[in-house]
């Protein structure tokens, strides 16, 4: 389950970055692209700790 989770971050934050380039009508978002990234390694760096277990 965290990995799926882990996979749909890193994607909408490839969405979020290569996005406005390849489509433009997808609107540039900025900060929000950080965010996810930085949701989806924290999240990679629990799991592989064993911190957290889904």
């Known amino acids: 389950m965290l990995i799926a989770i882990i ?3 890193v994607l ?3 969405l979020g970055f290569l ?3 390849a489509i433009p009508s997808i609107p540039r978002t900025g ?3 950080h ?3 930085v949701i989806a390694v924290i999240l990679l ?3 592989v700790l ?3 277990n889904f």
Do not use: A, D, K, N
């Open 7 to 9: 996979v749909i971050l």
């Open 12 to 14: 909408l934050w490839l």
């Open 19 to 21: 996005g406005p380039r």
């Open 31 to 33: 900060g929000v692209v």
């Open 35 to 37: 965010i996810l990234l």
């Open 45 to 47: 760096v629990l799991y």
């Open 50 to 52: 064993g911190i957290v």
